[in-house]
């Protein structure tokens, strides 16, 4: 089959393995992670779920060197983590090709920040390319990993989560044998030559002695690139120019030549929001061919530069002294689809009837559904423990994150990965809060960049505690393997890290590992790390409920005549917990649904009347 | 399929300004979105339909997949759109042709997307969020009668209780399909190589019974 649905992410995965990838590296992190779970179905390709995205690079960038093509894959968060090694990594440059994934995320469906990744390329010199819909992703990184070894640099293929997360039609240009199947199973492809691997101490040490020339031929490959992007632009290759239908009606009467400078994701929007306009699809946006914009300009009477985020085109194009209009009509935040660019060209002043009104995308009068724990979360005893407590929180990223939110609401910082366990310190070295605080943190986030945090708190003997709540996955992004696990992303066995060990190894003295399932013990473990002076772990023990398998249990019950509607229980915010029709005093009684119930028994443990009991011992 | 029976065949009703002002640009672009709770099987679903329309051949197809952390028990949707040419993956609000809702409130909440004119197929199985039991927002137990008080059209399916007669409550996304294919052009061949693709072997002639029980009740 030469053709199929994929996902941005598959398609990029198809595209690197076709390019004759051997080494992907990666942390999970939406909108990026299918690229390595794709990846790491395909045959002769080494995958792994490394600690971090600064390790995961790293081990791209050793791949690289020593003569594999190599690809490493992150949100924009870990780009921030890689930071260090992706901007080294360009003076350098490489021998194998390295292709870098970036994917941005808009809107922040689930990241913490909206920045705009196209910064990296810039600060960096790296060349980027940014595809637009699943053809161009298989396509771009095909072209990346050329790119990289004809200009012996790591080549940055920025993706958003429109385009990571759209399925579209992808032709494949037949030059790998076709498999069965929608996925790569059955897949067969020439075994990809190494290159021989570099031992070249003038081009890999970043010593000033030889990082200055480095700097200065890192230039040249810029000033070249941008001739290839110039050169590239000009035959239409990656850079396009969609002709105009014809001129745009303007509000009020009368025609001009509209042109709309765009990349990616936006670009779609764009044209979907006005395709009668001529557009110039930018492919590759570092360097960017600013003589293609130029001749393009020349074409229309107002040139419009449309993007998400910053106006990082527009100020570029501007730099080059070409007029454009770009942020005063389209907003600097959030997602630009295809409405929200309708109504900024709408505001521009363009006849567009299709935008000229707002219309509501959902009924706002329904109650919201926001995602929550799952019934039976390990974390769940654990939060509503330290609600109980009303202690000072300093979370970290993972599903915890989610108590957050009411009903539990017991967060008060969330804010990149690691920091819950240094700004806990901080808080401490502040003066601490009068009710007691604490730093929270997952396993996988721990792994990441826990370590570092807390080996500091305690080299400075810091009087604080950590709650490392270790469900031995790394849930929120879909339940990938970490060093807790048996197994390793390939499926090779593997030695899983003794997470108390490592504490002790790291000098706390006081470590606690409890069952998150007992409230009462939750409750005195979180009390004794806090009296204790000098650093405190607690560790919880109990696996995620989904991954790696979904996990059942022996159903709960309330007996309706027993219940007295104490909404103990409610505090809990279980999924499986709902309000029955019945009152007491004017308060609904609960119900349990024991289709979804998988006995953790903390409602049972709540219950004051002792209302709740199991389902089966009722019936008998 | 020409694009002229599309526009009878599936976007009949619409309004024709709308239309108008839509398609102005020469394609017909169908839009369908697929609504529910995390974990309902709206991922699976939206595939099946999208992969069909890919098979059907000669339509350019785009899914958008849903946002965010959609496993942990909230809001999903899928918009799946198909077309000669398709340019943006999402469709854009009161566009919708046809919802699919699998959860009553989830329908509602998703209604002032769909056209006026549109087609709405709702499952009766409610969801009641924990949000219920905390705030002032309550459940919306008229869901389907507040959908139909608009000018779409609404169908009312038990998709939870067909999929239990057929035999397995797990095979009620499928019974949903079935109910929205008898609205869409495609073949049933096409329909069952979509869904051969999308469901584990072994529950391929309970997915193909459960598309049929959906397809007799769906119109």
């Known amino acids: ?620 | 399929m020409s694009a002229e029976t599309r526009t009878g065949g599936l976007v009949a009703g619409a309004a024709a300004g709308d239309a108008a002002a839509r398609h102005y640009h020469g394609g017909v672009v169908d839009d369908i979105m697929v609504v529910g709770v995390g974990g309902q099987g709206v991922i699976v679903a939206a595939a099946v339909i999208a992969d069909t329309a890919m098979l059907h051949g000669g339509l350019d197809v785009k899914l958008s997949e849903t946002r965010g952390m959609s496993q942990r028990g909230g809001s999903v949707s899928s918009h799946i759109r198909i077309g000669e040419t398709v340019v943006a993956p999402s469709i854009s609000p009161g566009e919708v042709d046809y919802l699919l809702a699998f959860e009553s409130a989830e329908g509602l909440r998703a209604t002032p997307s769909v056209v006026s004119g549109g087609v709405a197929i709702v499952n009766t199985q409610q969801i009641v969020p924990p949000l219920a039991s905390q705030g002032d927002m309550s459940y919306p137990f008229d869901a389907a009668e507040r959908m139909a008080q608009g000018d779409r059209r609404v169908i009312v399916v038990d998709g939870n209780g067909i999929a239990q007669e057929v035999g397995d409550l797990k095979v009620a996304g499928i019974v949903l399909v079935g109910a929205l294919s008898t609205h869409l052009p495609f073949d049933v061949e096409t329909w069952h190589a979509a869904i051969v693709r999308n469901v584990p072997p072994k529950w391929k002639d309970l997915n193909f019974t459960a598309f049929a029980a959906g397809r007799e009740v769906g119109a």
């Open chain 1, 1 to 620: 089959m030469d053709t199929q649905l994929m996902l941005g992410n598959e398609a990029v995965a198809r595209g690197a393995w076709e390019a004759g990838v051997q080494v992907a590296a990666a942390y999970p992190g939406t909108p990026s992670t299918e690229i390595v779970t794709n990846l790491a179905r395909y045959d002769g390709v080494y995958a792994e779920w490394s600690t971090n995205e600064k390790v995961a690079y790293e081990v791209a960038f050793g791949a690289a060197m020593g003569g594999a093509r190599a690809l490493t894959a992150m949100k924009s968060a870990g780009g921030s983590v890689a930071a260090d090694p992706l901007i080294s990594s360009v003076y350098t440059g490489v021998n194998g090709g390295l292709v870098v994934c970036l994917a941005g995320d808009p809107g922040m469906a689930s990241g913490m920040t909206e920045q705009d990744d196209r910064y990296f390329g810039r600060m960096s010199s790296m060349p980027m390319l940014e595809p637009a819909d699943s053809q161009e992703c298989y396509e771009y990184a095909k072209r990346a990993f050329a790119m990289s070894e004809e200009f012996d640099v790591p080549v940055m293929v920025r993706l958003s989560i429109q385009t990571a997360h759209q399925k579209s039609i992808v032709h494949f240009d037949g030059e790998v044998a076709a498999g069965e199947g929608a996925g790569p199973a059955g897949l067969t492809r020439p075994a990809p030559e190494r290159r021989p691997p570099d031992r070249k101490t003038e081009k890999y040490c970043l010593l000033p002695k030889f990082s200055r020339p480095l700097h200065r031929s890192l230039l040249e490959r810029v000033e070249r690139l941008r001739q290839f992007a110039e050169a590239s632009a000009a035959s239409g290759d990656l850079a396009q120019v969609v002709p105009a239908a014809g001129p745009v009606l303007l509000q009020g009467g009368g025609a001009a030549k509209i042109g709309v400078v765009s990349a990616g994701a936006a670009y779609l929007s764009a044209r979907e929001a006005l395709p009668g306009a001529a557009f110039l699809k930018l492919g590759m946006i570092h360097p960017l061919p600013v003589e293609a914009i130029r001749a393009f300009a020349q074409t229309v009477d107002r040139l419009l530069v449309v993007e998400e985020l910053e106006p990082y085109l527009e100020e570029q194009i501007l730099a080059a002294g070409i007029a454009c209009e770009g942020k005063q009509w389209f907003p600097q935040w959030g997602e630009l689809t295809a409405v929200r660019v309708g109504q900024g060209f709408y505001a521009a002043g363009l006849d567009l009837p299709r935008w000229a009104d707002e219309k509501a995308a959902e009924d706002a009068t329904v109650i919201p559904r926001p995602p929550v724990l799952c019934t039976g979360c390990p974390h769940r005893g654990m939060a509503t423990a330290m609600k109980k407590l009303n202690l000072d929180v300093h979370g970290d990223i993972g599903c915890y994150d989610l108590t957050t939110l009411p009903p539990v609401s017991h967060m008060h910082s969330a804010v990149e990965m690691g920091a819950s366990i240094p700004m806990e310190q901080g808080f401490m070295r502040a003066g601490g809060s009068d009710t007691g605080s604490l730093a929270v943190i997952g396993d996988s986030t721990f792994l990441h960049s826990g370590l570092t945090g807390l080996l500091n708190a305690v080299h400075q003997r810091t009087n604080m505690t950590l709650l490392i709540q270790d469900n031995s996955i790394t849930a929120m992004t879909g339940g990938q393997t970490n060093p807790g696990n048996e197994r390793t992303l390939a499926g090779a066995e593997t030695k899983p890290v003794d997470i108390a060990g490592i504490c002790k190894a790291l000098g706390v003295e006081q470590i606690e590992v409890v069952d998150p399932y007992d409230y009462e013990a939750c409750l005195q473990a979180l009390k004794a790390g806090l009296a204790y002076e000098g650093p405190a772990v607690i560790i919880t023990n109990r696996p995620c409920m989904l991954f790696p398998r979904k996990i059942g249990g022996e159903a709960f019950t309330v007996d309706e005549d027993v219940c007295n509607a104490c909404q103990q229980c409610m505090k809990l915010g279980c999924p499986s917990l709902s309000h029955m029709e019945a009152e007491h005093k004017g308060r609904h009684k609960v119900a349990i649904d024991e289709e979804t119930c998988t006995g953790c028994s903390l409602c049972e443990q709540l219950c004051r009347p002792g209302a709740i009991s199991k389902a089966k011992a009722g019936v008998a």
